[in-house]
Nanobody, 125 residues
Framework: VQLQASGGGLVQAGGSLRLSCAAS????????MGWFRQAAGKEREFVAT????????DYADSVKGRFTISRDNAKNTLYLQMNSLKPEDTAVYYC???????????????????WGQGTQVTVSS
């Protein structure tokens, strides 16, 4: 599986963006997936995660109620809908895939085997 993130951009506070992560290969549905972000000068942090089926999700407290993670296994695509964006959401957002056969969700970055290239999200005040 290879991952290609897209959908980032510049948006005003209170606005919305939807990130996409296209996965190549035929095993997408066998991988738990996640979104992480890294702001300038800060460490990478967990944002959201989803199980292989999409039935189980988890979120960082900072984005709960504003962000929604989802996946379409038929399209091999992971999504992150981001609403009510705040300047502190500004970061490079990365999608990540757990190893083949690890279909559960995880908030731990070291449990992810493959990372996309990142997409920049900038929220202006």
């Amino acid at each position: 599986v290879q991952l290609q993130a897209s959908g980032g951009g510049l948006v005003q506070a209170g606005g919305s963006l939807r990130l996409s992560c296209a996965a190549s290969g035929r095993t997408f549905s066998y991988h738990g997936m996640g979104w992480f972000r890294q702001a300038a000068g800060k460490e990478r942090e967990f944002v959201a995660t989803i199980s292989w089926s999409g039935n189980s999700t988890d979120y960082a407290d900072s984005v709960k109620g504003r962000f929604t993670i989802s996946r379409d296994n038929a399209k091999n695509t992971l999504y992150l809908q981001m609403n009510s964006l705040k300047p502190e959401d500004t970061a490079v957002y990365y999608c990540a895939s757990r190893p083949y056969g690890y279909g559960g969700r995880s908030i731990v970055s070291s449990q992810y085997a493959l990372w996309g290239q990142g997409t920049q999200v900038t929220v202006s005040s």
